[in-house]
């Protein structure tokens, strides 16, 4: 069964970014500190990482974070989907338009202009396709920014929360909660790494 997961590395204090994100700096002043466990050697985050690319049968992000990724600074041959674990699934673009160009032509993409649930709805056909080709179950990983995956979570479009709590105050930037309509969680599990706290919830 295909679920639809929000994948996302935070702060302590709630951001997913830290301050003046942008295309040149797509993580903000202080926010590389948040994606450390991506790169790192602990045998847990590299367990993680490698387990959330191969279960990824298509990706949704949105059109500020396509535009970092596919920037001159962004995505290379050796630093793709999943970090150091570079990854090919389907790619899901929420956006008001299509770009004019896209650098990284060897990748899927598929650009969405008529809202977030949507590119959750392609995504997960694509997904469930990937998954009777490759005879495994595959889901739809929502990896950002945060105003997409906030949205989705505010809008109920998403099954399971995977959050990466980096130990790390950046005071400002990108908020991952925005005080929308409240969700409950119920926590499946929790990994503390020499980097990070892995946490996972449904969401009801």
């Known amino acids: 069964?295909?679920?639809?997961?929000?994948?996302?590395?935070?702060s302590l204090d709630g951001f997913v970014t830290g301050p003046d994100a942008g295309p040149d700096r797509?993580?903000?002043?202080g926010g590389e500190a948040l994606h450390t466990w991506a790169f790192s050697d602990d045998p847990d985050d590299r367990r993680v990482l490698s387990e959330g690319t191969?279960?990824?049968?298509?990706v949704v992000l949105g059109r500020r974070l396509f535009d970092v990724v596919d920037g001159p600074n962004?995505?290379?041959?050796?630093?793709?989907?999943g970090a150091r674990e570079v990854g090919t699934p389907a790619f899901v673009v929420v956006t008001h338009a299509r770009p004019v160009s896209v650098r990284l032509t060897d990748l899927d993409w598929?650009?969405?202009?008529t809202g977030l649930a949507d590119a959750v709805a392609t995504a997960r056909a694509r997904a469930e396709a990937a998954s009777a080709e490759s005879g495994r179950d595959l889901d739809v990983v929502?990896?950002?920014g945060g105003a997409t995956v906030g949205s989705a979570l505010a809008a109920g479009l998403v099954d399971v929360l995977s959050l990466h709590l980096a130990p790390?105050?950046?005071?400002a930037g990108t908020p991952l909660f925005t005080g929308e309509a409240?969700?409950?969680l119920v926590q499946r599990s929790v990994l503390a790494t020499s980097t990070v706290t892995h946490l996972t919830y449904d969401v009801l």
């Open 110 to 113: 598929t650009f969405v202009t």
């Open 26 to 29: 797509g993580l903000g002043i």
């Open 182 to 184: 409240p969700r409950t």
């Open 74 to 81: 962004g995505w290379d041959d050796t630093t793709g989907y």
């Open 142 to 144: 929502l990896m950002g």
């Open 54 to 58: 191969a279960r990824s049968g298509a």
């Open 1 to 10: 069964m295909t679920h639809i997961i929000a994948d996302i590395s935070m």
């Open 168 to 171: 790390v105050v950046l005071g």
